[in-house]
């Protein structure tokens, strides 16, 4: 929560994770912290295994070695009840929203508050709406069906959808991937808006340099199996061909060029 | 079932109504909501609401979306802008709440009670009536598109698909067809074995085994295997094909769809399943004789020379003329329900399932359809 500065234990804990697919190692020995009230970036190139990283936090990939702890409980040894109770803590957002595609919106942001609460079908209702307004989304969209929303929308949903059960720390896979840079934008300034107003943390995985820029308050990058971290000032002086590059290039220069005094701060 | 109150270790969240000023504090968050909801709808059922004019929440610990939206709808139940006071580092929570909604309620589609029932018969019946229009619009499309394939075949006839279809439905399918269809065979000629032995007219086991085999069972069973088996995949197929957009870039490059996808399996299938039939009509023959053998010490010669008298090759070309129309059917019905795909995962399951049903509904009232037109005609 954004009230509890003084607490700097991390909410994610990774100490030499290693992930791969037979005999194709992905993450070599990886170490991260992501801080309590924190928006962490994570990027890297296609197939560096970012989603991967994301997939094995919240405990849907085994890793092959390492520890993964998330808000001080190991993911891999949980199991059942407590897994539940920690799952209630987080909320994902996958890339293509990952709605059920039976249920009307209302419906699937009411799924989590139908199995863990008892509340009332009045105050779930209440509550949809009131996730829908939060995310920006008009009250009819209440009653569509995921097919009846654009890319955008079913994201907004989606999102809405992960912060039925309020909860403390957030998951983001590419959030902003696929959509046109005006709504891009406008989901960047979404993330940016809520974090501040439900004190979330923020894991976030993406290929988007102004997302990065918009939201994040340090980037780890994914290069040669291993992370690098550091806030933009600090990469930008990094010397990896990749980060090099990527913060460099084309896009980078633009991205990064717009970035005024205002959002260094935050940096 | 863990329920996120079960596991909340927070201190209740209480509110105190006290000289017109509602004072909340604890933490209110999701866990405590459903019961903050029921004690405070009771609180305004009694008309409490209307002897306070203020909220004081500046002893609230800890505040989440939910509490925040409870003390936002308590404030609106008041009945304007009373003052609502929260600790300093939830503001920004409130203000991103406090937007003008309408929390439309959820409505079905569908309205209750009797209404209801007629409305989901009519428009089962709605729905039923268009799929057969556009099943047999569609027939008319393939019947067409075939005509001129086989008008000019130089140009439409794709013979690679065709082949590559036939060794599909076909080929790969002779191991589980020849089982099951040997299986049907032991299993009716011990069953016939069995009535007829009171009569001691357990000879008559052959031609009874041999007429149901190559009339009827041979064809049937392999046409419901295959429903099953290629009827489903060509489903699937089609409809993966028009998820990932393919159909349509198909079809702005300009190729035609029917004579590239439809035609090579319905042709090849046609081609397939009375090969088929054959074999699991011989099948289901070898499996009754094996049977006849251990059950009635009847060897193999003596039983081929009994099934000579009792079957003809009518017999068998009764059972295999019905082969390519169920053929036709089980493709035709596959394709289609592909193309009816829409660009959502439940889809194509739905839509795969429908079709096995429909290939196998058709192809039982058809073979019933058969039986009658024969037994008119005297076959």
Same mark, same amino acid.
């Given at each position: 929560m954004a009230d509890s500065t003084g607490e700097k234990q991390p909410i994610i804990r990774i100490r030499g994770l290693v992930n791969g697919f037979g005999s194709n190692i992905?993450?070599?020995?990886i170490d991260l912290d992501v801080r309590r009230g924190e928006v962490l970036g994570v990027v890297g190139g296609s197939g560096t295994g970012k989603s991967v990283l994301l997939r094995s936090i919240i405990g849907l990939i085994q890793p092959l070695d390492g520890t993964i702890e998330v808000f001080g409980n190991r993911t891999g040894d949980v199991e059942g009840r407590a897994m539940r109770k920690l799952e209630m803590r987080w909320g994902v957002l996958f890339q293509e929203g990952a =709605?059920?595609? *039976?249920?009307t919106v209302a419906e699937n942001i009411q799924v989590p508050l139908r199995e863990y609460t008892s509340m009332s079908q009045a105050l779930m209702n209440e509550i949809a709406a009131m996730k829908l307004t939060m995310v920006g =989304? +008009? *009250?009819?969209?209440?009653?569509?069906? +995921?097919?009846? =929303?654009s890319g955008g929308m079913k994201k907004r949903a989606g999102l809405a959808r992960a912060l039925a059960l309020d909860p403390e720390l957030l998951f983001l896979d590419e959030p902003t991937a696929g959509l046109d840079p005006i709504s891009a934008n406008q989901f960047d300034e979404l993330i940016k808006r809520l974090q501040k107003a439900l004190g979330l943390t923020v894991f976030l995985v993406t290929h988007d340099i102004d997302t990065l820029r918009a939201v994040t308050d340090r980037i780890a990058v994914l290069v040669n199996k291993k992370l690098v971290i550091g806030t933009i000032a600090e990469l930008r002086k990094n010397d990896d061909p990749w980060i090099k590059d990527y913060f460099s290039g084309v896009r980078g220069r633009a991205a990064l060029a717009s970035m005024d005094p205002a959002s260094m701060d935050k940096v | 079932m863990t329920s996120i109150e079960a596991v909340a270790d927070e201190p209740d969240a209480w509110f105190k109504l006290d000289r017109g000023v509602l004072a909340v504090g604890g933490a209110w968050t999701i866990a405590e909501s459903a019961r903050l909801d029921r004690e405070l709808n009771a609180l305004n059922a009694d008309g409490?609401? @209307?002897?306070?004019? @203020?909220?004081?929440?500046?002893?609230?610990t800890r505040l989440d979306s939910a509490g925040a939206w409870l003390l936002l709808r308590t404030r609106r139940a008041m009945g304007g802008q009373g003052a609502l006071n929260v600790p300093a580092q939830y503001g920004p929570l409130l203000e991103n709440l406090d937007q003008e909604q309408k929390a439309e309620p959820h409505r079905s589609r569908i309205p209750p009670g009797f209404r209801g029932r007629l409305y989901r018969i009519g428009r089962a019946t709605m729905h039923a009536w268009g799929q057969t229009v556009s099943m047999l619009e569609y027939l008319g499309r393939v019947t067409i598109e075939s005509g001129e394939a086989i008008a000019s075949p130089r140009h439409n006839l794709r013979i690679a698909a065709i082949v590559h279809q036939v060794e599909e439905t076909g080929i790969n399918a002779l191991p589980i067809v020849g089982l099951l269809s040997f299986l049907i065979g032991v299993v009716l000629a011990y069953q016939a074995v069995d009535q007829l032995k009171q009569f001691g007219a357990q000879n008559l086991t052959v031609n009874g085994l041999g007429i149901i085999v190559l009339r009827e069972m041979g064809v049937l069973m392999t046409s419901i295997i295959v429903a099953g088996r290629s009827g489903s995949a060509f489903t699937a197929q089609l409809g993966t094909m028009r998820v990932n957009e393919e159909i349509d870039a198909m079809q702005t490059m300009g190729l035609n769809t029917v004579d590239t996808l439809v035609l090579p399996r319905i042709i090849g299938l046609v081609i397939a399943l009375p090969l088929l039939t054959l074999y699991a009509d011989i099948m289901g023959i070898v499996g009754g004789a094996i049977m006849c053998y251990f059950?009635?010490?009847?060897t193999i010669p003596v039983f081929m020379r009994q099934l000579q008298g009792a079957v003809s090759v009518n017999t068998l070309m009764v059972g295999l003329i019905k082969a390519p129309v169920f053929a036709f059917v089980i493709a035709l019905v596959g394709c289609y329900e592909g193309f009816q795909v @829409?660009?959502?995962?439940?889809s194509v399951g739905l839509l795969t399932t429908r079709s096995v049903v429909e290939s196998v509904f058709l192809v039982i009232v058809l073979d019933a359809a058969f039986s009658i037109m024969f037994s008119v005609l005297g076959i």
């Open positions: 992905i993450h070599d020995h =709605l059920f595609s *039976a249920q =989304l +008009p *009250a009819d969209t209440a009653n569509k069906f +995921p097919s009846e =929303l | 409490a609401q @209307e002897k306070f004019k @203020e909220i004081d929440a500046s002893k609230i059950d009635l010490n009847m @829409e660009r959502n995962a439940a």
